[in-house]
């Protein structure tokens, strides 16, 4: 079974300045991915990084980046000049063995104007 | 690219009453997931199809619930005699193939009175 675990119910940041949010897993799969997903309040969940477990390479979308420590099962996404739409839950998830993407419970990202 | 799309995004019935829920995939994907999510929690994998064939089924699946994608493009689920406990947000994804990225629709508020 996958276990995705996220420690910071909560999170608030300055707008400009840079935020990590942490997520651990675990998976007894040799082979899956990780993402993280934002969902806006009332708006649909969409996809804002995707990692793959063999690749050692951390993945960086723009201003989103990851850091990815597979020994330690750990997946942090760290948002640098955060903007005011950047405000969301972030969920950390993990897909490996079957389709099924597993998440974690959320973190909910404030930022500050 | 317009996108998964759900149908109706809120519905409200009375306990015991059956529902519907219809989702529409991103065209060209073959593969369509069900998920559920519960307030303040993370969504919960339901159920996913690979053109018509349902593929896997999660344990929370009960006897009452039932999804179908009959011509491997959109796909129903059926909620019936509705419990309280069924009150949720009911969320669509669709993807290209297995390992991409699963893009979501609005999902589907269900309310039980």
């Known amino acids: 079974a996958q276990t995705v675990t996220q420690s910071q119910p909560e999170m608030s940041v300055q707008e400009a300045e840079t935020v990590t949010l942490s997520c651990t897993y675990d998976?007894?799969?040799?082979?899956?991915?990780l993402f993280w997903y934002k969902q806006p309040p009332s708006r649909q969940m969409i996809l804002v990084i995707r990692?793959?477990?063999?690749?050692?390479q951390n993945a960086t979308e723009n201003r989103f980046s990851v850091n990815f420590q597979k020994a330690a099962k750990s997946f942090s996404l760290k948002i640098s000049d955060s903007q005011l739409g950047d405000a969301a839950m972030y969920f950390c998830?993990?897909?490996?063995?079957?389709?099924?993407?597993?998440f974690g419970k959320g973190t909910k990202l404030t930022v500050n104007p | 690219d317009t996108g998964v799309s759900q149908d109706p995004r809120h519905k409200i019935t009375k306990r015991g009453q059956n529902v519907t829920f219809r989702c529409d995939p991103i065209?060209?994907?073959?593969?369509l997931y069900w998920y559920r999510q519960t307030l303040g929690q993370g969504p919960e994998f339901l159920t996913y199809?690979?053109?018509?064939?349902?593929?896997?089924k999660s344990r929370l699946l009960s006897d009452r619930f039932s999804a179908e994608r009959p011509k491997g493009s959109f796909s129903t689920l059926e909620i019936q005699r509705t419990e309280q406990g069924d009150s949720a947000m009911y969320l669509c994804?669709?993807?290209?193939?297995?390992?991409?990225?699963?893009?979501f629709g609005d999902g589907t508020r269900l309310s039980i009175l």
């Open positions: 199809f690979q053109n018509e064939a349902q593929l896997e």
């Open positions: 994804a669709s993807s290209l193939e297995g390992g991409q990225p699963q893009h």
């Open positions: 998830v993990t897909q490996g063995g079957s389709e099924k993407l597993v």
């Open positions: 998976t007894s799969e040799s082979d899956y991915y």
């Open positions: 990692q793959e477990a063999y690749k050692q």
């Open positions: 065209s060209e994907h073959n593969r």
